[in-house]
């Protein structure tokens, strides 16, 4: 059937700023994307910033929350909200329920978007099972869904406006994706992983009917960064790329973002391109049991 190309564009929206940004940002794994054994029984010590652990991986805490706000020169634009809902059963399958509401503000004369994400990501690789996502784009609602076969190797995905079905394609994959909210997850765990150490790292990440992947470096060096959500300037771990595909307001190529230097890895700050510009992408505020952000030297 028929699928409108502008609109799968547009859809990926502010979840690619703060996911591949922030770093995020975003958009934060491994050398290899085919490495996921490695994830399996790698737990880091908390360190000097108090982390409690609530869960078996720290990094995706059921429960946790955390709103981050774009901003494009002195206007900010607007928010999103990541949220872990749950640990469920999901095709046969442990996995995380992950949550992402988006929201442009009002007044913002280039952007007008309220949309919620909701995504199963395999417990063990957080790597995408199935996403879906409802948009308002004027007075029309569009829900889009992705869902993987695992069995005949194909991903369904289909398209309905006001509730009437208006996309239905089969795309083949031979290899295990993120999405735009599992792939926040799936790059803080790789960031700590890495133990700190600089890594290269190729995320495979699809976007509607967009196959493709973000490149970056974790890991670059530890500099202070400073977010509305807390007073002092916070120990981070600089990480860089390149985004290679084109989403919402142009937002692609070279990005650049800041993530706490401790176990929880939390992203706290992005610079990504887009098609005026750049957009910056900070914490505003979040919600992590046990969680004390690691205060800068000397901050």
Do not use: C, H, R
């Given at each position: 059937m028929k699928f409108d190309k502008k609109r799968?564009?547009?859809?990926?929206?502010?979840?690619?700023?703060?996911?591949?940004g922030a770093l995020m940002t975003s958009a934060y794994v491994l050398r290899s994307v085919y490495a996921i054994s490695l994830?399996?029984?790698?737990?880091?010590?908390?360190?000097?910033?108090?982390?409690?652990?609530?869960?078996s991986d720290s990094v995706v805490q059921v429960g946790e929350g955390m709103t981050f706000e774009a901003s494009y020169l002195f206007f900010k634009i607007g928010a999103v909200n990541f949220k872990v809902l749950g640990k469920t059963t999901y095709d046969g399958c442990v996995a995380y329920r992950l949550?992402?509401?988006?929201?442009?503000?009002s007044g913002v004369p280039f952007v007008n978007l309220h949309a919620t994400y909701d995504t199963y990501a395999d417990s063990s690789t957080l790597m995408c099972l199935s996403t879906s996502n409802t948009v308002k784009d004027g007075n029309s609602w569009f829900f889009t869904k992705t869902q993987f076969d695992f069995a005949k190797k194909v991903v369904n995905w289909t398209q309905?406006?006001?509730?009437k079905q208006i996309s239905a394609i089969t795309i083949p994959f031979h290899r295990n994706y993120t999405d735009g909210v599992s792939f926040f997850y799936y790059l803080r765990r790789a960031c700590r992983l890495a133990g700190g150490k600089r890594t290269s790292l190729n995320?495979?990440?699809i976007v509607d009917t967009t196959r493709s992947s973000v490149d970056l470096t974790i890991d670059e060096k530890t500099e202070p960064c400073r977010v509305e959500a807390f007073k002092y300037p916070i120990e981070s771990n600089r990480v860089s790329g390149h985004i290679n595909f084109t989403g919402f307001f142009g937002v692609t190529g070279n990005f650049v973002g800041w993530i706490s230097a401790d176990p929880g890895e939390v992203p706290l700050k992005a610079d990504?391109?887009?098609i005026l510009g750049s957009v910056v992408v900070k914490l505003k505020?979040?919600?992590?049991?046990?969680?004390?952000?690691?205060r800068a030297t000397g901050g």
């Open positions: 799968i564009l547009k859809k990926f929206s502010y979840t690619t700023l703060i996911v591949l994830f399996e029984g790698m737990q880091k010590m908390a360190g000097t910033a108090g982390w409690k652990e609530t869960d949550q992402s509401y988006i929201e442009s503000y309905a406006k006001d509730g995320i495979p990440i990504v391109n887009v505020s979040i919600d992590k049991t046990g969680w004390y952000p690691p």
